[in-house]
């Protein structure tokens, strides 16, 4: 069995409701693929369950879906990962996040102390929430293609080719949509090894 962690910030207050839905669509999935993954949610998120969580695990995959900065993920403006809090809790996990800018900082930071690869963004990301479908879909792309045994490489350039599939779909109905999806794909980055779910097992 793969060890799988999920941190859902469904509660917070502006983008609660899309972490939620991404929740959703991953859950159909792992109902499907019979992945049990230990979820922390946003009533017991913080640096204490993420240690005690990860600290038995000599391999996992991680998938943070949050509020973050350049060198931090946060709920409520309170780091619960960031490189001067617990950036060695990630030795040997595949780390995806979807989150403002933490692949400018955070996710070379993690390399650097153990973890194989990390997906995410370096930029400030942003969806569209009354055309929520696109963005859920574009967020969980690269997680799911990884358990179906893509490499990180690969699986980097096909979220780049599905969040073009998304934007050139709407483009000419609702070009800001379109700006805002093209603006995500854009700030998408990897830090790491190139590895596949064999490498986690």
Not at 40 to 56: A, F
Not at 75 to 92: E, G, M, V
Request: net charge negative; with cysteine.
């Amino acid at each position: 069995m793969i060890d799988t962690v999920l941190v859902i910030d469904e509660s917070d207050n502006t983008l609660g409701s899309f972490f939620q839905s991404c929740q959703n669509d991953l859950y159909a999935f792992f109902n499907l693929t019979g992945v049990n993954p230990t979820l922390i949610n946003s009533n017991r998120l913080n640096d204490l369950s993420i240690k005690v969580t990860t600290e038995p695990l000599e391999k996992f995959i991680f998938g943070a879906y949050s509020h973050g900065d350049k060198n931090c993920l946060v709920k409520a403006q309170l780091p619960y990962i960031s490189t001067a809090l617990n950036n060695s809790f990630f030795k040997n996990s595949f780390f995806y996040t979807f989150s403002c800018s933490s692949g400018y900082e955070l996710g070379s930071n993690l390399i650097e102390n153990g973890c194989l690869t990390f997906i995410g963004y370096n930029q400030v990301i942003s969806i569209w929430s009354t055309y929520i479908k696109p963005f859920v879909e574009c967020a969980n792309y690269g997680l799911i293609r990884f358990y179906d045994g893509e490499d990180t490489y690969s699986i980097v350039e096909q979220m780049k080719v599905k969040y073009t599939n998304e934007i050139d779909s709407i483009y000419s109905s609702d070009f800001l949509i379109a700006s805002i999806l093209r603006e995500n794909r854009d700030a998408l980055v990897i830090h790491g090894e190139n590895i596949n779910i064999n490498n986690i097992k």
